[in-house]
């Protein structure tokens, strides 16, 4: 299984665990149940784990071929970066994974339905909701939709695709890899954006896992109104404003000769507003980035305004 090399369209998926003891079984169990798993193989590297995540990895590629890397900390960037350059350039389909989730048995299915008719040759993103539940799996509700749709401008300031439910074709794998991740401030949104810029995405409302919040991992689903919005003010207030900013020069960098024109000066006028007062202003008049929420549109406005992320 290890090499991909059963019939049909051939999944190979793609997992960074680091210190993940408490859940990793469950998730990993979540694979075997998979729709058409015989198409399936498994490609995980662990970044460096301390607790008993690599005895447990082990005892999954004894039994079931997956296959493991014991790597040295990396981060999560690199680490996904590692994953997606030493994936099998053979298969069909790639697919993201978090180490404390739980697939539902119809993931890979769906995904490869939704994308089922568009031309290989186009980098396509799947992407999901997801029901959120406690530690113990209890639902508690389902991810926002992205209700304002899907699209570069979006992907720009904003990230509603998380990687626990991407799946993605080979055409955007072999992109991703030669073109790499350096500068990406999170890894699912950096994918969001190529796919978008120079691809295809899909979406299904459809929730294909079980995304567990249990303290470590929170990322504000379910959060209030007034709660995500303290959230996101403390966020800027630690100076990690300029994060956005940063990853949309070094996506420029990586990608600009690719883009089609309207999405290169759209990025290009958002980057030269960050050299003062009157760009941003003249920007923000002009510029066609949003936020799924209204109020989150208002808020990013005045902190660009403010200066709240510039790179300098």
């Not at 970066?81 to 993931?107: G, M, P, T």
């Not at 978008?196 to 459809?206: F, H, N, R, T």
């Not at 249990?214 to 689903?221: A, F, L, R, T």
């Not at 941003?280 to 992320?309: A, C, N, P, T, V």
Request: charge should be neutral; aromatic fraction near 12%.
């Amino acid at each position: 299984m290890s090499e991909c090399t059963q019939t049909g369209k051939k999944v190979q998926i793609l997992l960074s665990t680091y210190n993940g003891e408490a859940f990793l079984r469950e998730q990993l169990e979540s694979y075997l149940k998979l729709e058409g798993f015989e198409n399936c193989c498994v490609l995980i590297r662990d970044d460096g784990s301390t607790d008993d995540t690599r005895q447990i990895l082990k005892e999954y590629a004894d039994q079931y071929g997956f296959q493991v890397e014991y790597g040295t900390n990396l981060g999560t960037t690199k680490s996904y970066e590692w994953l997606i350059r030493h994936s099998d350039s053979a298969c069909d389909f790639f697919a993201l994974s978090d180490q404390d989730d739980v697939w539902l048995s119809n993931k890979i299915s769906v995904a490869a339905s939704c994308m089922e008719g568009i031309p290989a040759q186009i980098p396509i993103l799947f992407a999901s909701r997801s029901c959120i539940t406690d530690r113990d799996l209890h639902p508690t509700g389902y991810s926002a939709l992205p209700e304002r749709g899907i699209s570069f401008y979006n992907a720009m300031v904003q990230n509603v695709l998380p990687g626990h439910t991407q799946v993605f074709n080979r055409a955007l794998r072999d992109l991703l890899s030669e073109r790499g991740l350096v500068g990406a401030h999170v890894v699912d949104w950096w994918i969001y954006l190529a796919a978008a810029a120079v691809g295809k995405v899909v979406y299904s409302d459809l929730p294909t896992v079980l995304h567990r919040q249990h303290g470590d991992n929170s990322v504000g689903y379910g959060l209030g109104v007034l709660q995500s919005f303290h959230k996101k003010i403390r966020y800027i207030a630690q100076g990690k404003g300029n994060a956005i900013s940063l990853q949309l020069n070094a996506f420029l960098q990586k990608y600009g000769d690719l883009l089609p024109e309207e999405y290169r000066s759209e990025l290009e006028h958002y980057l030269c507003g960050l050299q003062g007062v009157r760009q941003r202003f003249r920007y923000l008049r002009h510029g066609r980035i949003f936020r799924q929420k209204i109020m989150e549109d208002k808020l990013f406005s005045i902190l660009y305004l403010l200066g709240k992320y510039n790179i300098n």
